[in-house]
């Protein structure tokens, strides 16, 4: 529980695809759902609906021109068979990064395990899938 600003969660992570067409076709293969979507050409923004409460965010090119730097090193997705969303995720246009593997955690205070695998979105974007084990 965030005691700062309670109920705070995820809504949405954006990427800039460098195909639109071809970034929402790729999301759609991985079950995400138009929810949403505003302007025209460069200006397109499409909302993805992820399906438990969370969205992708489109964006047809790279409207912050005000951005200097930094990025996000992944985008992580919680599923249930971590081998099934790397195959379906490459069957779908992604590029292996790390085939689906099962790595124990030396963690503290809880031990616990993790099966991940990572790929390579159409727009570069690193995405892992991972389950906790």
């Not at 923004?45 to 912050?64: R, T």
């Not at 990025?71 to 069957?91: C, G, N, P, Y």
Request: charged share 25%; net charge negative.
């Amino acid at each position: 529980m965030n005691r700062i600003l309670p109920n705070i969660q995820i809504h949405h992570i954006a990427v800039v695809a460098e195909d639109f067409e071809a970034t929402i076709a790729f999301y759609e293969k991985l079950g995400f759902v138009k929810y949403t979507g505003w302007g025209e050409g460069d200006e397109r923004i499409q909302l993805m609906d992820i399906g438990n409460g969370s969205y992708m965010e489109v964006f047809a090119s790279n409207q912050d021109s005000t951005r200097v730097g930094g990025r996000f090193v992944h985008l992580a997705f919680a599923v249930e068979d971590v081998e099934q969303a790397f195959k379906t995720a490459i069957a779908a246009g992604a590029t292996e990064k790390i085939a689906p593997k099962v790595v124990p955690l030396e963690s503290s205070p809880k031990k616990i395990g993790i099966n991940c695998a990572f790929v390579y979105g159409l727009n570069g974007e690193v995405i892992e899938f991972f389950r906790e084990i």
